[in-house]
């Protein structure tokens, strides 16, 4: 059996081959693997000279046939290079980047006599089950061990193996063919994470073990397949005086063969359960560096080990429960739904350990420059950051796509009712917001609002002399951050835990304040203690959620002033502790739509549902805009402009034939009593060329009021076209300051204020120099003669 590439070179170019595609597999091939109407993608994975590419390149399918062996290409180009539909590639499934393969997924994977040489068997069929496009099929055709003599039993599968391969999927169909396994699989190829105990107890009283957590230089974790039919890492009961590092150490080489010092074993957590009734103490041992060469030196008790990708641990099928709630604390949220066990997380100085593959390199180059070519990386700092961070290590349970797509949140932590807690935010709003904080080498930082990557990015920016607080007021998130920067940060970011509204300890601020903070939340109030603690002329970059739109806002600190420097649309997370805020809500047509009141309590709507009922009048606006226009511009100056503001929208997953509002989304409103007038926009013009398409403001009213409360909404929209929007096209955002909860009236500058518990909220529009009547939370002011600015 060859075990290297270099043989299997030598192999093809000696002009031998393997097995030819007999009549009977052709037969099969067409039964049970027909081409899609139309054509369809194929992968012959492990194509050797062809013969197999070239029958599916037959059948209709467009072919990648890839193999590691330069030689055996070279001989398929040669004998097939002038078929069409056949793309010759160079690839080694198991030690290179799949870039040349695309995103467009395949109809159909097949692997002939391919399988049986895999190491990493179960981490490729993983892989490749993942390409596969909806309804897609994964074709193995193997050997059998009882169809190959003794000698070459290393090209062929035992009944064991072909099982193993089959679970997870949804419909597995199994034809044996002349000493061959036909083996079609489709469906997902996850089977979840389940924690399972040996089925022997252990002897004794009790018992202590360590469970050893090693990666290769692509960052997978090392797992082995145990005879008693499920997964583990290494490690074992301690013995006698032995250390839990020692006997992590000593497990490792006894199971796998590698060789690693006591001095590379850390001690990470203590695992406190029960293991069929006998008290169980399980050490995570983080083994960060070893040497050798992998191997399988007890066969009797493992059928061999593998190497996994991290964002697979949750669907890996059967592992041994300490193994399992290892991996969990080592890595925190890449196995959910473990059963409850007592996790002590210990303070140990791992040092980060090194290793991911080189798709992760191609993505996060990819996602940088993604970033940078959107204009919202323009310093080499934060560039150089977005390059060098691993981005993935610090969201482990999604893949590399998911993790490096630059437009998309990782969620991850949830609450009970599902929403999202914590994420880890797109790559280019965390740019625009860092490049906001407009940070100097050197610099003293504090983001509140935890999880590891982007206090990582703030560590890079701010360079070796910097330093960088993070904190949360979710304690798992804490250990999370902890534990993932353990991992693979730079050692200069302190993770601490508490309610970010109400400061950090006294030890942690710098002595003339910090000379940048960023919220990572959603916030409704500006605390005082992050204006104190805010160097002067320091910067604060928060998503401030006013009236209901939230803006990622830059503010720069005068005195007890802070001034907004610069506005970016964003969502985020909602706050937590002693900022949590619930929007008081109406549901209206048994929840059909929604009114939710941003300016205090819910008012009253007697006869609203009625008037929903009846007719509505529409209102047109005069005002147009084209494909790029901001609807968020005009949201916001509605909500901090017009007294008695509210939203109307539709809950996600509802339909309405009353409003013409998608579901999941709002439109600025006014209610009174029994009458409603919300805006909405509706298309005037269609056309092929997007450039010259046009929408149009509507305002639709329901109730006896809705016309009078229809004109407000059509005069807003209008003065907003007028002073805010430049001859149809871009928009101008406010002047927006921030001032004390007790600031008079007379301090304050002319403009629209929106009060919050701890603060007074100046808007100032162009052209808002005659103000509108004020209701509720919200005044409009101007300064006395001789006074403000």
Known sequence: MYVVRSEWEEHYADGRGFRLLGDDERELLARRVPAPGGGGRALDAGCGKGDLALFLASAGYQVDAVDFADSALTRAREEHGGVPGLRWLALDLEQDDWAELGEEGYDLIAMRLVVPFLKDRARILHALGERLRPGGKLLIITPTVGSVPVEKRGIALDEEEIALIASGWERCTREDLDGLAVLTLQGPCHSATRAVEHRLPPAGPAMTAACAVVTDAAGRVLLGSSRRGHLELPGGKTERSESFEAAAVRELLEETGLVARVEDAHVVAMLADDG????????????TAWSGKLSDPEPERFAGWQWYDLHALSCLGEVFAPSAQALEAVWPGTIPGLPPVHRYPVASEQP?????????????????????????APSASVQEALRTVPRHRFAPEVSLETAYDDDLAVVTRRDRTGRATSSVSAAWLQADMIEGLDLAPGACVWEAGSGGYNAELLAHVAGPGG?????????????????????????????????????????????????????????????PVWRDLLADGGRLVLPLDIRGYTRSITFQRDGNVLNARKFTHCGFVAAQGEHAHTTPVVDLLDGELRLCF???????????????????????????MGPDVSFGSLQLYAATTLPGFCRLAVPAGCETSVATIAAGSDVPALADGGSLAYLTHVRTRQSEVREERRWEWFVHAFGDQGDALADRLVSTVRAWDQNVRSDGGPTEDPALSVHPADAPDRLLPAGDVVSTPHGRIVVQWPGRDALLPALGGQKAVRPAAGEGA
Do not use: K, N
């Not at 980060?352 to 919202?376: C, F, K, L, N, Y």
């Not at 400061?503 to 919220?519: C, Q, T």
């Not at 205090?600 to 005002?623: H, I, N, Y």
């Open 276 to 287: 069929r009734g006998v008290p169980r103490l399980s050490a995570v041992v983080r083994v």
């Open 352 to 376: 980060p350990v090194a290793g991911e593959p080189a798709e992760a390199v191609r993505r996060r180059t990819r996602m940088a420059q993604r970033v940078i070519d959107g204009g919202w």
């Open 467 to 527: 330093r960088i607080v993070t904190s949360d007021i979710d304690r798992t998130v804490v250990h999370r951050a902890r534990r993932l920067l353990a991992e693979a940060g730079s050692g200069r970011v302190t993770v601490v835990h508490g309610d970010a509204a109400r400061g950090l300890p006294s030890g942690l601020v710098p002595r003339d304040g910090f000379d940048a903070i960023v919220i990572t939340y959603r916030c409704r109030d500006i605390a």
């Open 598 to 624: 941003e300016d205090g309590p819910a008012r009253p709507v007697d006869g609203l549902e009625e008037a929903l009922r009846g007719p509505r009048s529409e209102t047109a606006t005069a005002v147009t």
